[in-house]
């Protein structure tokens, strides 16, 4: 990580990035918890040997991609069928990589290589809110060890949950079903990004319909919601432009 380039006037002040990252990271953790243990269940849940569906998570850490994935194994689909959905599930990682890049344009290609490995939703919005800040997170050495610390910490983590769903699935409650942990963890991911009317419209529009959604195949409620949300927050904002630009008209 040495060998990257601190930016010219990038205040690092405060606590260290490690620090910061495992306290941001703490609370994705305690939102995860529903998803993560009610997967690990629903993995165990299959007729495939339980080890295998939990080999899985290191391998997909997504969890829409791996639960799709694990679902078509478990209905004897093809290893080409499998794979082409995890990759449309998995597609958003494209837009997401796309977002960061400018931000990790001086990272050594090694680490921007494990830290596309260890990139899934809620890695991409801490890390994105973080460097999307005036500061850009400090430099850009303080932005890798921010964003490693974030990805292996989630990526253990979920190791973890999904492993402990795997052993206890038979004691977690009846009605906590996957469909329905999904979306509650996103919604629990989403609170503390939201900071302004379009934010919280969107939230709630993709809670709801992302719920009333939640029985589509192939994780497509969470699709679905993404798109309501997106929709319902791009209209908040831009009626917020209409006005304001009404309102300086009648000053002017």
Excluded: K
């Amino acid at each position: 990580m040495s060998a990257c380039r601190s930016e010219p006037g990038a205040p690092e002040a405060g606590p260290s990035p490690v620090r910061r990252a495992l306290t941001d990271s703490a609370a994705v953790i305690a939102a995860y918890l529903p998803f993560g243990l009610t997967l690990g269940a629903t993995l165990a849940g299959t007729t495939l040997p339980p080890w295998v569906a939990w080999a899985s998570s290191p391998l997909l850490f997504n969890g829409a991609a791996q639960l799709v994935a694990v679902t078509l194994l478990d209905g004897g689909a093809g290893a080409v069928l499998v794979v082409l959905a995890a990759l449309v599930i998995s597609a958003r990682m494209l837009l997401y990589g796309a977002s960061l890049a400018p931000y990790a344009a001086e990272w050594p290609r090694r680490w921007r290589w494990l830290g596309g490995y260890v990139l899934t939703d809620p890695v991409y919005a801490l890390a994105i809110g973080r460097f999307g800040r005036p500061d850009r997170g400090g430099g850009s050495r303080a932005r890798l060890v921010y964003y490693l610390t974030v990805g292996v910490t989630l990526y253990t983590a979920w190791q973890l949950l999904t492993g402990a769903g795997v052993l206890l699935g038979g004691l977690l409650p009846q009605w906590l079903h996957v469909e329905l942990a999904a979306p509650l963890t996103f919604l629990l991911l989403l609170l503390p990004m939201l900071t302004g009317r379009a934010a919280y419209a969107a939230a709630a529009a993709a809670g709801a319909v992302a719920v009333s959604a939640m029985t589509l195949p192939l994780g497509l409620g969470l699709v679905v919601g993404a798109v309501a949300g997106i929709a319902a927050g791009v209209a908040v904002d831009a009626r917020r432009v209409r006005t304001r630009q009404s309102d300086g008209a009648r000053d002017a």
